[in-house]
């Protein structure tokens, strides 16, 4: 396979590069420890830092996908595609404390009191805007990902019509499958006593985010195919 085509290959940004980022995760998680450890998963750390990265870029997909479609029919794409673009610059906004954790401006005290890390965030003041939406997340990556290429595998019914463009590709499989598996090692752990990674929230909204800008780039790609003619 020559570079080019390797570069650009569903295989490498798909399997090759998730699997790895979690090995060194565990290798990280099992190897290093003390001072060294809490620093990677702190707001400025390594791990934040490319959340906020992916969203970003996700969120550059998805604005320029929607320039090009520009709400003309089925306009349902569009709103869909208005709803990641909404949706990416707020959990990059937050990921970032909108912009606290680089410009390091101090937290009003009204706001201290409201906000339980004491950053100028949302939502770190109410669980209805940090569990429940990361939750909603969590289930559309999993269906998305997991059960509706099962789905198709089984030969079942096609899609409805509504659904079939906006639904990931079956590529994606091993990075909802990745998410699933840190959810599942997180909570063994727990009950065992011995949780395997730090901070395993963290680790599954990287790989949440990591599928959400692949899944702009696939639809990015195959959107403008179902317009209507004008």
Known sequence: MKLASFLYSSRLWCVYIPSLLLMVQLVVELTVSGAAHVNLHTENGPIETMQFVLLALAFAVSVR????????RPVGLSLWVLLAVLGCFYVAGEEVSWGQHFLNWDTPEYWKALNDQEETNLHN?????????????EIGVLIGGLLIPLYRRMGRRALPSWLAPISPPDRL???ALIVLLIKLADKLGDAAGSPLFERASEVIEF?????ILLYMIYIRRVLPTY????
């Open 125 to 137: 003041t109410s669980a209805w805007l940090d569990q429940k939406p990361r939750l909603l997340l």
């Open 207 to 211: 790989y949440l985010y990591y599928f």
């Open 227 to 230: 317009l209507k003619k004008e």
């Open 173 to 175: 499989f091993p990075v």
């Open 65 to 72: 996908l929607l320039w090009r479609l520009r709400f003309r």
